[in-house]
């Protein structure tokens, strides 16, 4: 299982963002993969061994050709990282809004 914070910070590059989300839509070989970019095949395998080293991708063989498939586990990791945001978010706009209905009410006793 890959590390979420990891994760992010590999995906902050544009080029492994994009061939990321290429993967995403369906497995890919380094030759489709580069065919689709401006980057050269070399380059576009860089850009996996970083992918698969943070554990965002895997890969399997078809013949003599690595396929490469977007991790699920990897995608749930960051998904609960970012649902473990969102309900840390939402939570503290909750006790903000509470504490404003608090000060709107306290000031409407006074007057």
């Given at each position: 299982m890959t590390n979420a914070?990891?994760?992010w910070q590999v995906l902050g590059d544009p080029t492994r963002r994009n061939?990321?989300?290429?993967?995403?839509?369906?497995?890919?070989a380094v030759v489709?993969?580069?065919?689709?970019?401006p980057v050269s095949r070399p380059a576009v395998s860089q850009h996996l061994k970083v992918l698969k080293d943070a554990g965002l991708v895997v890969v399997s063989r078809d013949g003599t050709r690595r396929i490469y498939h977007v991790d699920p586990k990897a995608v749930e990791a960051m998904?609960?990282?970012?649902d473990r945001l969102w309900d840390k978010a939402v939570e503290?706009?909750?006790d903000f809004a509470e504490r404003q209905e608090?000060?709107?009410d306290s000031k409407g006793e006074k007057q």
């Open positions: 914070s990891i994760a061939i990321f989300e290429r993967l995403a839509r369906r497995p890919m489709e993969i580069a065919d689709e970019l998904r609960r990282y970012l503290s706009f909750k608090e000060l709107s």
